[in-house]
């Protein structure tokens, strides 16, 4: 692992140095370019002024050329070596930088920084402009011709500086430019492509009517909105025109009203079908909703009596003088017969509460004590837990109108499923609060799994929170907590918070 990023740094670094010296090479060029043009510059300001060799009367009638070539020939063809020089040294790195960068990485794709993620249109636009910064730059260097030898040097200097800026901006470019290519984003990533496809995919949502061809409703609805858009458009058109013949002027909008007048009525129909249809579905729907309760309800009731002599026998069996196999095994079916009987009874008190079958004794009671009653009816089972509950309940007594025995399962059921799930070691909170006319009493724990799923799934019936528990239940604590409340004539809520998990039950203050 060392070794491989040793590797990328010192690949990196490789691009990095190849990158400066393209710059380095390409303004080195340009300054002895622009250093072997001395036309425009007086002889006399590239001269030592204490010359005893050279001055400007010693060359009095001779051309520039003459003396640039006779006097100066090697120097200027040492500049033009090094021009040469650092041209071929910037394009043999320019093709090497091309070959390199843009490296794909582990997933196949090529790895792209915030900067190659530009538009490329915007990118250009924004280079673009570098431009003439650039020789505005140079040329107010170079535009004096007053310089002194060692002030020429640094104009040179000055100007190669500004010009190596460049470059290296202009080289960032070439490489974003090259890892777009390379990335297949060049052309989808810029912007007038994003707004060509913008306006195509328009055109083709008003125009395309595939989406619609499996509802021969919808698709009939579709194509006769768009026989009416070609058709207005077209008399628009033929408004226009017979404006060089008045009398026919009258023709379009007469056709366009017949035209309006199919396009309302044909929708009114289509729309009336769509509406039967939606009926038709939601009926269908709660039929079959009203069936599965019906089924339940039957089922829950017919298993009642032959489950109730089972539980009898067994209790029978269990009061006889058995051998202690045969008293175990009596044992586990009075419990598992017990189970069955409180999954049934769950299930009829489901399926009346859910279709509104259920008998409601209304009644005025002490929320506060029905909480207290409810945890001191469940104390052995919290100090077995592990669980530490905390409680904080109002002072004074907190009456609403409600039915005392289904409430008292309701909390009985949120208590129980904290004790089944909550993380042990941790904290159960039970706290009600008085605000606003509404008394609201909230169960929260830390859940000793993890809960993947929503709070509307772990509503729905028979089902689990944690899946992989060997605990038993029904999966119907928490469906029956939420249909008593509302039976009840309060208001149930479930938050699901990473690892918090909680309940909160409201109802109206009397």
């Known amino acids: 692992m060392v070794t491989k990023l040793k590797s990328s740094r010192d690949h990196i670094l490789l691009k990095l140095l190849a990158f400066l010296m393209i710059a380095l090479s390409l303004s080195t060029a340009f300054v002895q370019l622009i250093d072997m043009d001395l036309t425009d510059i007086p002889i006399e300001t590239i001269i030592e002024p204490d010359s005893s060799v050279y001055n400007a009367e010693s060359y009095s009638g001779v051309s520039y050329d003459q003396i640039e070539w006779t006097e100066m020939r090697s120097e200027a063809i040492r500049k033009a070596q090094i021009f040469v020089i ?58 004096r ?13 000055a100007s190669g500086v500004v010009t190596f800026l460049f470059i290296s901006l202009l080289g960032i ?14 052309i989808k990533k810029s912007l007038w492509f994003r707004v060509a496809y913008g306006i195509y995919d328009l055109l083709k949502s008003l125009f395309d009517g595939r989406a619609f061809s499996k509802n021969g409703l919808t698709n009939s609805l579709f194509k006769r909105q768009l026989v009416f858009v070609v058709a207005s458009a077209f008399m628009v058109f033929l408004m226009f025109l017979f404006l060089m013949a008045p009398p026919l002027m009258i023709l379009p909008p007469i056709m366009e009203g017949i035209i309006l007048y199919w396009f309302i009525k044909g929708n009114r129909k289509t729309y009336e079908a769509i509406d039967k249809g939606f009926n038709d579905s939601l ?12 089924l339940i309800t039957n089922v829950s009731h017919d298993l009642k009596t032959p489950l109730t002599s089972i539980i009898g026998y067994v209790d029978l069996l269990s009061k006889e003088p058995l051998e202690e196999p045969a008293r175990e ?20 008190d489901l ?11 209304l009644e005025e009671l002490d929320l506060k004590r029905l909480i207290q009653q409810t945890m ?23 009456m609403i109108q409600s039915d005392g025995k289904k409430l008292y399962r309701v909390f009985m059921n949120l208590l129980s499923n904290a004790l089944q799930y909550a993380l042990t070691g941790t904290r159960v909170y039970v706290t009600m609060e008085v605000l606003d006319g509404t008394a609201k009493v909230s169960i929260k724990n830390i859940a000793g799994y993890e809960m993947t799923f929503s709070e509307e799934e772990v509503l729905q019936r028979f089902t689990r929170g944690d899946q992989a528990r060997t605990s038993e239940g029904s999966g119907l604590g928490l469906s029956i907590a939420e249909s008593f409340t509302h039976v009840c004539g309060g208001k149930f809520e479930l938050v699901i918070d990473g690892d918090l998990f909680k309940v909160n039950v409201s109802f109206p203050v009397k």
């Open 351 to 361: 399926a009346k509460s859910t279709t509104g079958n259920i008998q409601v004794d």
């Open 145 to 157: 011709h007053n310089y002194s030898l060692n002030q020429y040097r640094w104009a040179l200097g």
């Open 376 to 398: 001191g009816d469940l104390s052995d089972e919290i100090e077995k837990s592990g669980l530490e509950f905390k409680m904080q309940l109002p002072d004074d007594a907190v």
């Open 283 to 294: 009926e269908e729907q709660m039929k079959a909703e009203r069936m599965k309760i019906q």
């Open 329 to 348: 095994f009596v044992a586990v079916l009075s419990e598992k017969s017990d189970r069955l009987k409180h999954i049934v009874s769950d299930l009829f």
């Open 173 to 186: 470019y070439y490489v974003t430019t090259v890892k777009q290519i390379k990335a297949k984003t060049f």
């Open 86 to 143: 650092s041209i071929i040294l910037a394009i043999i790195l320019l093709i090497y930088l091309t070959f390199v960068v843009g490296k794909k990485g582990e997933d196949g794709k090529v790895e792209l920084t915030w900067h190659d993620r530009i538009p490329s249109d915007v990118l250009l636009v924004a280079y673009a402009c570098l431009f003439p910064v650039w020789v505005s730059a140079v040329g107010s260097v170079l535009s």
